[in-house]
């Protein structure tokens, strides 16, 4: 991304200048403000040892044990209350940064990106001009009209999705309404399509309820987080489903910063689950550093993760990836994949 010159000498006063002034920078803010001068992306160092980015399998198909979230080319960001986060998600990852980026996760060993439908285009765009093989794993919407949803699913895996699972709020969505027998038809549906099909959802409830009714899906895309970091909201006020009620004003209730409403209840449901299980929003939105969210999520039995990541992130979010992965090897969960 080329910044206006104005624009440029701004920023880049306006950070140095701070530092000037005793500022204690971040990594993540050294690294922007290197971007921000040499007009690029920082290039992906080897980890220690040569060690690479250990995979696993859902199906057939081999998938990195950390994932990059699609957020990185939807603009989605999880704000809590700063009302600008989401337009400066976007301003920065501009078309170019968004194929550095990717470019840059597959030099490191990241060899699938998780996606919504809308996020389709620009990946297979990004695969024709770099010549990228990035893999994508794709959230499809279960309808209670089967046919609606049968087009859906074949178009999505038409525009070259490599593993499809049903949308976090849509399979919640349907839970709520106890219409789990939706998600039935939706696994069917895209085995159909012979990819590997899997269910997603905030609440556990959604995977309780899947395998209460033996649904047998082929992997579970599931939050999970620690709730130790300021904003999370107490536990005596917190309320399943409280995704879709709405964001309260009063301060001790969801405003959107939580996800995962009980970890220890989360991690003891999956130790009885013979799947495996993709973790998301292992950070919090952001909350919680990578170095906790993933030690926590491997070690507790997550046997894939996804990360949301600036280009900034990457080599970082890789070589803890690899160091947590080596560090939970024989954890008590079994791993699944």
Known sequence: MTLPANR??????????AAAAGAAYSLEEQILLAALQEGKAQSAPQPAGGAELP?????DVQISRLLIGGNLIGGWAHARDLIYVSALFKAYNTEPRVFDTLELAERSGINTIQIDPLCQDVVEKYKRQRGGKIQTM???HPDRDFAKMEEHIKRVRDRGADLLYTHGEGSDRQVMAGRVDVLAKALELIRAQGVPAGIGSHSLETPIACEKEKLNPDYYVKTFHLDRYWSATPPEHREEWCWYKGHSLDHNKYHDNIFCLDAEKTAAFFEAVQRPWVAFKVLAAGAIHPQIGLSSAYRH??????LGMFDFQIAQDVAIAIDCLRKHANRKRPWYG
Do not use: E, M, Y
Not at 8 to 17: A, D, E
Not at 301 to 306: E, L, M, P, T, V
């Open 138 to 140: 794709v959230c499809v």
């Open 55 to 59: 995979r696993g399998k859902i199906g």
């Open 301 to 306: 039995g997550a046997d894939f993760a996804i």
């Open 8 to 17: 440029r000498n701004f920023l880049s006063q306006g950070l140095l200048g």
